[in-house]
């Protein structure tokens, strides 16, 4: 199957700071990565769809200004949650989106801890 | 709409067989998942149904009814190792983008 990873697998940072997660895809060429997160307790829920070189698609009621989403190249997606607060620690997952495949993937997951 | 709905929770005991259900409503359904994930982890894949009927791996089974809106997930010869959280996803089109339900969380007792 699809291999992908994230980087870093566990972040803690302060709050009003920024973090960077990145997604790689190691054996395949992802023209689209899905990012979901999910709170304690709770599912996955789609925040976004980046597109590898052009802006990427926002999920209602997800602030495009606050998660940033880069898709500079087709093995690389990232992430970035800007001014991060308590209420922004989650597990972020990203998924690439595999045109004819029936078996969707996932990376590791980041779990961000905001203080 | 897209609600996908499935039990919260469910136990049951080692040995025996767990059927979770899921039911949803949703335009350009194009598949359906059932994910394993254990706590502090992604996703792992169980099954993929885009017909209607039973698609058997192993000792997890999983049915689809197109007309009904409804799968379920079967699990046979349960095993202590089978405690997590089984989440049904609806694939919203060819792109990828799946729906997920808010999952159910299974524990088996010995």
């Known amino acids: 199957g699809a291999v992908v990873s994230q980087h870093p697998s566990r972040v803690i940072c302060k709050s009003g700071t920024s973090v960077k997660i990145e997604c790689r895809s190691l054996?395949?060429?992802?023209?689209?990565m899905f990012w979901y997160r999910q709170f304690p307790k709770q599912s996955l829920m789609l925040m976004a769809t980046?597109?590898?070189?052009?802006?990427?698609?926002?999920e209602q009621g997800v602030e495009k200004d606050k998660f940033l989403i880069n898709h500079a190249s087709l093995t690389l997606s990232t992430l970035t949650v800007t001014s991060a607060h308590p209420e922004d620690s989650s597990f972020y997952i990203c998924?690439?989106?595999?045109?004819?495949?029936?078996?969707?993937?996932f990376g590791p997951g980041t779990r961000l801890t905001v203080l | 709409g897209q609600n996908i709905d499935q039990p919260t929770e469910m136990t049951a005991t080692e040995g025996a067989i767990v059927q979770i259900n899921c039911t949803y409503q949703?335009?350009?359904?194009?598949?359906l998942f059932w994910y394993q994930q254990h706590a502090g982890e992604a996703p792992t894949f169980l099954s993929y149904?885009?017909?209607?009927g039973l698609e058997e791996k192993g000792r997890f089974s999983s049915f689809l009814s197109r007309s009904k809106g409804y799968s379920y997930l079967l699990l046979k010869e349960l095993q202590m190792k089978d405690s997590a959280s089984y989440l049904c996803?609806?694939?919203?089109?060819?792109?990828?983008?799946?729906?997920f339900g808010q999952g159910t969380e299974l524990s088996v007792k010995p």
């Open positions: 980046s597109n590898e070189g052009s802006k990427a698609t926002y």
């Open positions: 949703t335009s350009g359904f194009n598949g």
């Open positions: 998924s690439p989106g595999l045109a004819g495949v029936t078996e969707q993937f």
């Open positions: 054996d395949f060429q992802a023209t689209t």
């Open positions: 996803a609806v694939l919203y089109n060819q792109g990828g983008k799946l729906i």
């Open positions: 149904n885009v017909l209607d």
